[in-house]
């Protein structure tokens, strides 16, 4: 009866959504969701001069990751992004130490999947994926130069993605237990040293900036709370 009662509030909560459920399985209406960032990047943290915002979108001139000031915790994420050729970024979420996000929050991949560079990437690479840990069910990202749409919902450590129209990826925190195996086996990078199973579910959210030396631009970034 309780779990009944959570997931009936959650639902209602969402009534906002074109799909009203959570996880949303589809790209919601965010008619009425908030901007994550406020057009003069005073809700933001990154380094002066870093990021801008210009006509809607969002980018970065250096390997610079930009941080809310506020903590998530359960949540739809909605925004778009644009690759030039052989970028790889991502978005970032639960993250509780900025200053060393990598082994202790979650990366939902963001990569250039039709560059040369990246033809042999682990699938755990691949845009769409969890990064190091699970890879999407399907490659769906447009080519550099257009617009992707992404919608990427989490509540606790469940964690569902959405990429251009394309439901790809779900994910269970809690049955990732080790820091060195996935629980298919395949092997986790090194430097993501903690087991997801450990990591926290309310911190702060980045997007990723020019990192391998090549642009991301980022618009239309909404979010909504699932309290």
Known sequence: MKNMLIVFMTVCLTAGCATCKVPATSHPNTKGWQ????ADLSNANFPKGVWTLEDGSLTASKDVVIWTTNDYQNFILDLEFKTAPAANSGVIVYSVDTANWIPGAVEIQILDDYAAKWAKADPTWKCGAIFGHLAPEKFVVKKPGEWNHYTI??????????LNGEHITSMDMSKWTSSQKNPDGSAIPSWLSKPMSALPTKGKIGLQGKHGDAPIWFRNIKIKELK
């Not at 901007?35 to 406020?38: A, E, G, N, T």
């Not at 919902?153 to 959405?162: L, R």
């Open 35 to 38: 901007d994550l960032f406020k």
């Open 153 to 162: 919902t989490c509540v606790g450590q469940k964690i569902d993605i959405v």
